[in-house]
């Protein structure tokens, strides 16, 4: 299977020697994290390493896990009745059910952008800045500041600068995923969680979001859930394969792809099964 | 498709099954559900403006003379005058009857009168009739026969000048009317007030201060000084007022039956004339929009069977308004509790299917509620809490109906429908809508206040019309906490505090109720029972367009894409 991976940018530490991906500091430690909607189990024993600022894949086939342990980087599964966790996982070494830290304030750290898109019925300009609306923030300068920075990290403000007051519904499909990126990083987040970004998009769009998420690694940490192989070969720095709520196996993406250590994997590549 | 027939002879049921398979019979069923509907609407609006609209249309005079043998007692003569008000078959099903509206009911002793068609003998429209309206015992139907002026000269009605004249007089009597009116009701009505309010302060003074005390004695005394004034001022009032009564009776106009009496009537009971047989049909329509006019802006008279419906349409508005004011926030408030903060156990169904049962309850019986809870309760409390002196005088201020019980009541009586429309309305928010605001870092109630409820905000607002639209309607509570055949001043005037709570006040609703079964006379009542039926209709339909138009917009704001 080709592997058509980008060019990875070598990351030099303060000595000025390169880091290798498995030297980066890591973001989010996830440990012996089992997770439970009610009885049963959809996370079993869940150990990965997020290394900061890489793309971090989640590959597998349908119902293995990956939203939910994406999800739960973010507490977004909060939302349903009767959720159980055993283990823990760590954002920077603190951990996300840290009782001395808020939800939101977890949230504001950590951004999310969903499979279908889901602009607000609001203007363009009100979309991007509403985490610093929420946050009570009515400096118009910091606010025009925040959506210009924001829109043109999302690869989205030559499109729409002269627009901003318009609705945002009035997007193609493919510009509302990057509008909901923007809005995303509007609030300058540690991590950005994209679960499936480009299922619902056309390859032209998918191909402009693909090349947002390798300019945005530079800044972001970014975990990504992806149905397509093709794709978290491209993007990816790392690449986790789930089954059945485990993890099966977790490597630098090309040596997954072309030398993967586990028969499970190699059949999920080749597309034996999945 | 006559071969596929001719070889499906014998196949019946294969051709019977695509029929009911396609969906034709329900088609039309469910199309004919829909026309029956309409019908039912458009045939009660129907009813409604066929037997309303006529008494505001100009009708003409006819003169009437009856068989030699037809008795007519209390008109005595054989010939009369009158209006034709309606023809119909007696109850024997064969023997067809008309009825007259003759006015001059201060000589008749009635105003309508029903003839067999067989006893008329000849009817015609004699042009020198003439109708005018009057302040008491309804209308004047006649032939005029002469001005009899204050300084004694007199004018005779086939004189040029007659026609003009007669009108300047009536214009210069109805404006002296009006300054009756202001004089009697706002100013000397002022000081009645303040004469009564001086009352209670003595009182209160003599309680609060001890009896030959000095202050007592300063107290008394400002409140003597202020009492001879306004006397004073009462007696000058009155001199005026008497004065303008005088004025009013200084001409007269005198005017003759078809029977040949004659009869003389001061011209300040005059409210309006026309020649009823000599109108252009132009002139008949400026007259119906001019009687429609007066009837939408005037006060009512005559037990309310004369005049206008004002005060009543003033009533049913601000009430309206008010109940809606409070309902939408109390409802909203309740189900956005029930639908996005309470844990959905069976508490939460419980309540849920009780709110929703409210609505089946009889008006009826929130009526007897918003007596026994809000006024006998509250009320006395608040009357005695703030309006001491005045309840222990007997004088109720809000141990009473008024705007605001009557107005809590029907919002009581309409929060099942805000609460449920509401409710559905959150529900409707798209999943994906709150997941983003959340994922922003937004708390629960952010997301509420600013994506879910403007989203909702077009579902909220049919509740808030369902609500006005049943609530505008209902008569049967109000009976019982507020509304009155006949009130003195308008729920909301120029004095502070501008709205008056406390006040009772007259509705739509209940002038219909009144006029149907409790008039004097319901002959008279039922042309304007109907009339006031069509308005009660064409307010409400206002009120919920202006309510559908807001929702129209808020709608195209609020459109989320499909993608």
Same mark, same amino acid.
């Given at each position: ?23 980066? $500091? ?14 049963? @189990? ?95 923030? $009515? ?20 499109? +729409? ?13 493919? @510009? ?71 993890? +099966? ?26 | ?44 609006? %129907? ?34 005058? %009158? ?56 209308? *004047? ?118 029977? /040949? ?19 252009? !049909?132009?002139? #008949? ?28 349409? !003033? ?29 959905? %156990? ?27 809870? !809000? ?45 449920? *429309? ?11 809508? #709150?997941?983003?605001?959340? *994922? ?41 906490? %507020?509304?009155?055949?006949? *009130? ?27 006029? /149907? ?33 807001? #929702? ?12």
């Amino acid at each position: 299977m080709s592997n058509v991976s980008t060019e990875q940018e070598v990351i030099h530490d303060s000595d000025g020697n390169p880091v290798k991906t498995s030297d980066r $500091k890591i973001c989010i430690e996830v440990e012996d994290y089992d997770f439970f909607y009610g009885e049963s @189990q959809a996370l079993i024993k869940n150990n990965i390493s997020v290394p900061e600022k890489q793309v971090t894949a989640l590959i597998g086939p349908s119902g293995c896990g990956k939203s939910t342990l994406l999800r739960n980087f973010n507490r977004m599964n909060d939302l349903i009745d009767g959720i159980s966790h055993n283990g823990d996982i760590k954002i920077y070494g603190r951990s996300v059910y840290d009782p001395n830290q808020e939800v939101i304030s977890l949230r504001k750290r950590v951004g999310m952008v969903f499979q279908k898109s889901n602009p607000f019925p609001k203007s363009i300009y009100e979309n991007v800045i509403y985490s610093l609306r929420i946050q009570g923030v $009515k400096d118009r300068c910091v606010l025009d500041e925040t959506v210009e920075r924001s829109l043109k990290g999302a690869a989205l403000w030559d499109e +729409v600068k002269d627009r901003l007051k318009e609705s945002a519904l009035g997007l193609s499909g493919g @510009q509302m995923q990057r509008l909901c990126i923007a809005r995303a990083i509007a609030n300058e987040p540690e991590i950005i969680l994209m679960d499936e970004p480009c299922s619902a998009l056309d390859p032209i769009a998918t191909a402009k979001i693909e090349e947002l998420i390798t300019q945005l690694k530079k800044d972001y940490t970014m975990v990504i859930v992806t149905h397509n192989m093709q794709q978290a070969s491209r993007c990816s720095d790392i690449t986790a394969f789930l089954y059945l709520g485990e993890i +099966v196996e977790v490597a630098d993406t090309d040596i997954l792809f072309n030398n993967p250590g586990q028969k499970q994997t190699e059949d999920y590549i080749s597309g034996r099964f999945g | 498709m006559s071969e596929a027939n001719n070889q499906d002879r014998g196949n019946k049921p294969e051709r019977l099954d695509r029929k009911a398979v396609s969906g034709e019979p329900m088609v039309w069923l469910s199309g004919m559900g829909l026309a029956i509907g309409l019908l039912l609407i458009i045939g009660l609006l %129907g009813v409604i403006v066929w037997h309303g609209v006529p008494y505001f249309w100009p009708k003409r005079v006819v003169e009437v003379t009856v068989t030699p043998d037809t008795q007519l007692p209390g008109v005595e003569a054989k010939t009369f005058n %009158g209006e034709l008000r309606m023809q119909r078959l007696k109850a024997d099903g064969v023997t067809a009857e008309s009825q007259f509206y003759l006015g001059n009911r201060d000589i008749y002793g009635f105003s309508f009168k029903f003839l067999n068609d067989s006893s008329i003998e000849k009817m015609s429209y004699p042009q020198g009739l003439i109708s005018i309206e009057r302040e008491e015992y309804g209308g *004047a139907i006649g032939y005029p026969v002469k001005l009899v002026l204050g300084n004694g000269s007199e004018i005779p009605a086939e004189s040029d000048g007659f026609d003009g004249q007669l009108e300047e007089l009536i214009d210069e009597v109805s404006q002296r009317r009006k300054d009756i009116k202001k004089l009697a009701k706002h100013k000397i009505g002022k000081v009645n007030d303040r004469l009564a309010e001086l009352k209670f302060e003595e009182i209160e003074a003599r309680k609060e201060y001890a009896e030959g005390s000095a202050l007592l004695d300063s107290e008394l005394g400002g409140i003597e000084e202020e009492r001879a004034k306004l006397e004073a001022t009462y007696l000058k009032l009155e001199k005026e007022l008497n004065e303008l009564y005088e004025e009013q009776e200084k001409d007269s106009l005198v005017y003759r039956l078809a029977s /040949g009496q004659e009869t003389e009537m001061t011209l300040g009971k005059a409210i309006d004339f026309h020649y009823p047989n000599r109108l252009s !049909f132009l002139e #008949r329509c400026l007259l119906f929009l001019s009687k429609l006019w007066v009837y939408l802006s005037e006060d009512p008279r005559e037990a309310n069977t004369e005049g206008g419906v004002f005060p009543a349409i !003033f009533g049913t508005f601000v009430m309206t308004l008010l109940m809606s004011i409070l309902v939408t926030p109390l409802g909203v408030i309740a189900a956005i509790y029930l639908r996005e903060y309470a844990r959905q %156990g069976l508490l939460v169904r419980s309540v849920r299917i009780s709110v929703n049962n409210l609505a089946g309850v009889p008006s009826i019986v929130f009526g007897v509620f918003g007596l026994g809870f !809000f006024i006998y309760i509250v009320g006395d409390g608040i009357d005695n809490l703030f309006f001491k002196t005045k309840a222990e005088e007997g004088v109720a201020t809000f141990k009473t109906g008024g705007m605001l019980w009557a107005s809590l009541t029907l919002a009581l009586m309409t929060i099942p429908v805000v609460v449920v *429309a509401t409710e559905e309305a959150l529900a409707a928010v798209p999943r994906g809508m #709150r997941e983003a605001s959340l *994922a922003c870092g937004g708390s629960k109630w952010q997301t509420i206040q600013r994506i879910v409820l403007p989203a909702a905000l077009p579902g909220i607002i049919t509740g808030l019309v369902l609500a006005m639209a049943r609530g505008a309607g209902e008569v049967a509570p109000l009976m019982l906490v %507020g509304v009155v055949e006949s *009130a003195n001043e308008l729920p909301v005037t120029g004095t502070f505090p501008f709205i008056h709570m406390d006040q009772k006040f007259m509705h739509l609703g209940f002038q219909i109720y009144d006029l /149907g079964f409790q008039s004097p006379d319901s002959e008279a009542a039922r042309p304007i029972a109907f009339a006031t039926a069509l308005l009660l209709i064409v307010l409400v339909v206002v009120l919920n367009l202006a309510a559908i138009i807001i #929702r129209q917009r808020l709608r195209r704001k609020y459109i989320s894409s499909t993608f």
